[in-house]
């Protein structure tokens, strides 16, 4: 029925967008199980990667029926700056909740020259999406949010739940004043 025991998408998923949720959905459907590997996933926030690692969790899982979420699976990757360490630590991560003689795939899209890394697991088959949602970026979507707005269009209706709770903490008041104060130093 499945084509492969389990997909692994990469991302940081800051915030999950429309076209994490349609890849996702499409893993689902060529794969038993689906691995997030959760990028960005240290216990620091920052303006780029203002939800924590469990956060995201709470904020996918809140997209899919109960029966998706008991096959969608989360492994949490560390930033580091080499390309080698950081593939390793991947295949660990997912070796660690794979039964021996799995078959692994990776989704995922070449959206532009920040997806080189999905060349760097050849020993897994590729998923090749074409552009979901017109290619949407999280960058643009995140800073309009420190704006105050949450873009509907762009999320799925547990993503913008999640969002508009978070609005309400002070950590994103924090983390909306370090933004407003980033792109005023970016003016001078």
Sequence with gaps: ??????LVFIGRFQ????AHLQTVEIALQQS????????????????????LAAE???MILSNFSEADQERIHFVHVIDVYDDQKWVNQVKTLVKQITPLHAKIGLIGHFK??????LKLFPEWTMVELESLKESMS????????????IQKQAFPQGTIQFLENFQKTSIYRQLQNKFVLNDKS???
């Design 1 to 6: 029925m499945y084509i492969f025991d389990y």
């Design 15 to 18: 915030p999950f967008h429309l």
């Design 32 to 51: 038993q199980n689906v691995i997030l590997a959760l990028g960005s996933a240290q216990p620091e926030r920052n303006i780029k990667n203002p939800f």
């Design 56 to 58: 995201r969790e709470q």
């Design 112 to 117: 532009d020259e920040s997806s080189y890394y």
């Design 138 to 149: 999280a960058t643009p979507i995140r800073e309009a949010y420190y704006r105050g707005e």
């Design 186 to 188: 970016n003016l001078v």
